[in-house]
Nanobody, 127 residues
């Protein structure tokens, strides 16, 4: 599956952005999908993920209560709604997919678990 990440941009602290991860196939529903981010000079880190079966979501501690991951299977798209953005959220955001699997409730936080990656979208939060 090919993934296309979009929605990044420049926003002031406290603002909001919604990232989209669109799939090339009508089978994204069979994948667990996760957002990672990488800031300059730092390692890539897990941000938020949604399981293949949509029953579970997980977030890194620093974004809990501010970010929400969701998916629209009809549009083959996973979203990351980011509210109350902070300067430390500045990074390139990548979506990644794991699968296809018939069923799965686990959100995998390690980037080595994911075989399919989008190209990244830059999020810059000015303070």
């Amino acid at each position: 599956v090919q993934l296309q990440a979009s929605g990044g941009g420049l926003v002031q602290a406290g603002g909001s952005l919604r990232l989209s991860c669109a799939a090339s196939e009508r089978t994204l529903s069979r994948y667990g999908v996760t957002w990672f981010r990488q800031a300059p000079g730092q390692e890539r880190e897990f941000v938020a993920g949604i399981s293949r079966s949509d029953t579970n979501t997980d977030y890194t501690h620093s974004v809990k209560g501010r970010f929400t991951i969701s998916r629209d299977n009809a549009k083959n798209t996973v979203y990351l709604q980011m509210n109350s953005l902070k300067s430390e959220d500045t990074a390139v955001y990548y979506c990644a997919a794991r699968g296809p699997v018939a069923f799965g409730r686990t959100v995998y936080v390690g980037d080595h678990e994911y075989a399919y990656w989008g190209q990244g979208t830059q999020v810059t939060v000015s303070s």
